[in-house]
């Protein structure tokens, strides 16, 4: 399918054909597709949680206030955030960029933009993600504040801001997961309503995790869509400056 077919076919589906279950690879291919979308800073702060599971997908269905998309899904994703990885995954950053300037830069440029990722991966995201009820985050703003009189600079760096931000980055990779199902074939149904704390309980899942998402997977039924779909006028939306 091309790019616009993939996004016609994609609806939020509600009711799915109990007769034709998923190939559990082919979704796990999905989910290995949503790893490429992007994420601020690289730092890749979300996990999805894939479940085929049947006692589990009925623990998630009660979660999910019992609706007709979650009981008549095949399978389930939930994508959560992973904000409390942060220094793991700074690290794993840096790491790798340290190598892909030994492979891709001039030998004279090793020190200097070695130095460059220590000090972003080694200082500057440990400090921007960094929690401490709230108090770091009120730091953090009075000096973006400062130094926003005399330069441009980033203003979203409370720790509710920076929360928002991992969000937005998981939901890139949802996204981009809905689409690569969709262009598999499969539909989806991304799920607002639901108890996050049955969610987290019925998957283990670990006290630093935020449910971002919960999608239902399967094949749709006839009466799976509702209705024709709605879009307010293009001219709403779009403005050019």
């Known amino acids: 399918m091309t790019l616009q077919e993939i996004l016609n076919h994609r609806r939020a589906v509600r009711h799915y054909d109990p007769a034709q279950p998923l190939d559990s690879e082919r979704v796990c291919q999905c989910i290995e597709m949503a790893t490429l979308a992007p994420t601020s800073s690289n730092m ?23 609706q007709l998309t979650a009981s008549t899904a095949q399978q389930m994703v939930v994508f959560v955030t992973r904000q409390d990885l942060y220094k793991g995954h700074a690290k794993a950053n840096f790491e790798f960029l340290v190598e892909d300037v030994k492979r891709n830069s001039p030998a004279e440029k090793h020190e200097k933009r070695t130095k460059r990722w220590e000090m972003y991966y080694g200082k500057l995201m440990p400090f921007q993600y960094a929690r401490c009820f709230g108090m770091l985050g009120l730091f953090r703003k009075l000096l973006a504040q400062t130094i926003g009189l005399f330069r441009p600079m980033v203003r979203q760096v409370s720790e509710q801001d920076v929360r928002v931000v991992v969000h937005k980055s998981c939901a890139l990779a949802v996204q981009t997961f809905m689409l690569a199902m969709s262009e598999a074939g499969y539909d989806t149904c991304p799920v607002e309503g639901f108890d996050s704390a049955l969610v987290k309980k019925a998957l283990h899942l670990p006290c630093g995790t935020e449910i971002n998402m919960v999608i239902t997977c399967g094949m749709r039924l006839p009466d799976g869509v509702w209705g024709d779909r709605f879009r307010l006028p293009f001219d709403q939306q779009y403005h050019r400056i």
């Open 44 to 66: 890749q702060l979300w996990e999805a949680y894939h479940v085929a599971d049947k006692g589990v997908l009925q623990q998630l269905t009660h979660a999910c206030l019992d």
